[in-house]
């Protein structure tokens, strides 16, 4: 049908809806994978920033210290770019042979971790990773997540032991598209900007039961005019959401899916579904089965993250691309319900599966990832 056409383009115009301008969403829209790139250094200074912001989105996020690494000088960068794509597991990213990348992000989490059946770590080093990826889309450096690269040899590139690596992500000073025959030209119009519409992937309730935004007309509120460094620490529950008035729940709802909706996942494929629960009994069933987050019966509204995993991914690229892909949805929900004056509770580990997809009414093949409160 022409009127679910994948697209990027917003569901409403969100920013009519604040007085003041929505500086992580206008980012969160900009934002875009680059395949190709211009020769450029990153300076001194803009690297120490870079490895502090960092470190502070592993703190925010829970990931353990060193779980996401900056590599940032010339040698070690170029020496990376040679061998991440070494093997059958990196052929598809042949194209950073001839992409002069100024710097790269990695994820180096517990290898038992990352191949266990639910991941903890791995999701909170995927959250603080895109962090990063929007903090340096702020500031004009293009990034992409790369999921197929050969985890052996960048381990021993960086002289790591006893981690896996789900995922590297370049940064650099990103070229515009190439042209239309070219794969970045191909690559630029099928793949980065194709998003599902929002009723393709949110529900009310239960899975299958459409969702619809509240009757927004009205609402009104002013955003947290800051970048993402200045919503870590209410995404981390330890300040006040810097919003100077609080959205309305309707709208705060139907923002929050929408940046998950934009956020970026392997190949776009989206495999997600959120479900918007906010009747007061399903919220107390299901703060039951999130004994970690004490509070989600008493908030307005929580949001069912849940991803579909792929055994074929899992074991012939050995990571579980579900615990990459959704939880970069779900940081993006938490970051942009902080810069609607909201403090959102994420229940991550302890969650009771089968009691939140039996509430959901979730089918097989879908898992409860994360579930947020806001």
């Not at 929050?256 to 009747?279: K, M, T």
């Amino acid at each position: 049908m022409e009127d679910l056409k994948p697209t990027k383009t917003p569901t409403r115009d969100y920013q009519s809806f604040s007085e003041t301008r929505w500086a992580v969403l206008d980012t969160m829209y900009a934002r875009r994978s680059h395949r190709k790139y211009k020769p450029t250094v990153l300076d001194d200074e803009f690297c120490r920033e870079f490895a502090d912001l960092t470190g502070r989105a592993c703190a925010a996020r829970g990931a353990p210290s060193g779980s996401v690494l900056t590599v940032t000088g010339s040698a070690e960068v170029k020496a990376l770019k040679s061998r991440a794509y070494r093997g059958i597991s990196g052929v598809i990213n042949i194209w950073l042979a001839r992409a002069p990348v100024a710097g790269f992000l990695v994820l180096a989490v517990d290898e038992a971790d990352m191949k266990a059946d639910r991941p903890s770590m791995l999701p909170r080093a995927v959250m603080a990773a895109e962090d990063v990826v929007l903090w340096l889309a702020e500031k004009g450096v293009g990034t992409c997540w790369l999921g197929g690269v050969n985890a052996r040899e960048v381990r021993s590139t960086m002289g790591l032991a006893g981690v896996g690596i789900p995922a590297v992500i370049t940064a650099g000073e990103g070229a515009l598209p190439a042209g239309p025959a070219s794969y970045g030209g191909f690559a630029y119009r099928r793949m980065s900007r194709r998003r599902k519409q929002l009723e393709q992937i949110a529900c009310a309730e239960r899975v299958g039961t459409p969702y619809h935004a509240g009757d927004l007309q009205g609402c009104r509120f002013e955003a947290a005019d800051v970048g993402v460094g200045g919503l870590l620490s209410a995404v981390a529950g330890q300040g006040p959401a810097p919003a100077r008035a609080q959205a309305p729940t309707d709208l705060a709802v139907d923002a929050c899916l929408e940046a998950a909706r934009i956020a970026p996942s392997g190949s776009n494929a989206q495999p997600w579904v959120f479900v918007v629960v906010r009747d007061k009994d399903r919220l107390a069933r299901l703060a039951e089965s999130c004994g970690s987050v004490s509070d989600l019966a008493e908030r307005p509204a929580v949001i069912v993250a849940m991803g579909r995993p792929s055994n074929i991914q899992t074991k012939m690229l050995d990571r579980p691309f579900w615990m990459i892909d959704v939880p970069i949805a779900v940081g993006h929900i938490t970051l942009l319900a902080a810069s609607m004056g909201f403090v959102p509770a994420l229940a991550l580990d302890g969650i009771d599966e089968a009691a939140i997809s039996s509430l959901v009414e979730a089918p097989g093949g879908l898992r409860p990832v994360a579930v947020i409160g806001l």
